[in-house]
């Protein structure tokens, strides 16, 4: 039994719950090896304007090629990087590579108004975090209007006065912003106001319904009204089907993103062509 130092909490020695923590121990100090080691991927997904298909942007999803346990989601890693203070490197790295990748696509037919959209935890969202953002622009020689950072509604439970401040020191230098999963965390609506974010993106959640629910119609056609009474664009996530997207497309979406219009894939595996149409 160990009772934890101030905390009126006791602990009873569980042999399954060791295990755990020895698990959690030892994915952490794999994921150090990872980030310096080359074993995280990044997967890019296409966006597509809701008008005619047409690709709009990317986004960078992380993957891990782990060792032994394969090709790992983000949700197996990212919440450990988070806690275990990874984050950033991660982030960052992601975003470098995006930018990377980014320039390959323009030299070589890719639409040079595509954009690419990489997600920032609220960890990462510091002062060190935006100079090197603007490093990476710069040695890439990337158009800021070209990137999008999708931030989630967690942020909102941050200090949330300096994180306003770093965004907009970035937007002011033609960095946009995307909020991530709209609708399913901790959303403020006087917030939504303030922040200098150009984009709203709607979470699969809702878009998963839309066909047989009214209700699920009507909110997402609610959410789509106020965000362009508010002057931002609407990213549609998670579209799986034809139907999805015919009935977003008639509610006023701008672009849609999905697996009816492509999964993630690795850079070798897109085809970010200007001018292509999706689904193929
Ligand atoms: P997200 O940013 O909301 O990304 C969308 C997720 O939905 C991705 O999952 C994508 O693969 C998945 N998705 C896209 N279209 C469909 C669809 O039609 N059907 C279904 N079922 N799923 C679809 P993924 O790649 O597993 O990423 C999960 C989350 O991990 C992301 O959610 C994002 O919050 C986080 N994440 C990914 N890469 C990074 C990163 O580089 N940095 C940080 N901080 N977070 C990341
Ligand atoms: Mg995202
Ligand atoms: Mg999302
Ligand atoms: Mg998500």
């Given amino acids: ?78 919440p450990l990087a988070e806690s275990a203070g990874l984050i950033h490197a991660i982030d960052l790295w992601i975003f470098r590579e995006s930018c990377r990748q980014y320039r390959e696509w323009i030299l070589h037919g890719g639409s040079a108004s595509m954009f690419i959209s990489v997600n920032i935890s609220v960890q990462s969202l510091d002062i060190s975090w935006a100079d090197q953002i603007l490093k990476a622009v710069a040695e890439f020689g990337i158009p800021p209007e070209s990137i999008h950072l999708e931030i989630t509604e967690s942020v909102f439970a941050g200090d949330i006065e300096k994180i306003i401040g770093l965004l907009e020191q970035l937007a002011g230098l033609g960095i946009s912003f995307a909020i991530d999963d709209f609708g399913t965390g901790y959303s403020c609506f006087s917030y939504l106001r303030r922040l200098p974010a150009s984009c709203l993106k709607i979470d699969k959640a809702f878009i998963d319904d839309i066909v047989d629910h009214e209700k699920a119609r009507a909110l997402v056609r609610s959410i789509i009204h106020m965000a362009h009474d508010l002057g931002m664009n609407i990213i549609a996530e998670g579209i799986e089907n034809k139907e999805q997207a015919a009935i977003l497309a008639s509610l006023g979406a701008d672009y849609m993103q999905g697996y009816y219009f492509g999964r993630p894939l690795a850079a070798e595996d897109c085809d970010m062509s200007a001018g292509r149409r999706l689904p193929g």
Avoid: M
């Fill in 1 to 78: 039994i160990a009772r934890q130092a101030g905390e009126n909490i006791t602990h009873i020695y569980n042999p399954q719950l060791h295990g755990k923590a020895i698990d959690h121990l030892r994915l952490e100090n794999e994921l150090r090896h990872a980030i310096s080691h080359g074993e995280l991927k990044v997967f890019y997904q296409p966006v597509v304007s809701a008008t005619d298909g047409a690709i709009a942007g990317s986004e960078s999803l992380v993957r891990w090629q782990h060792p032994e346990r394969g090709l790992l989601a983000p949700c197996h890693f990212i």
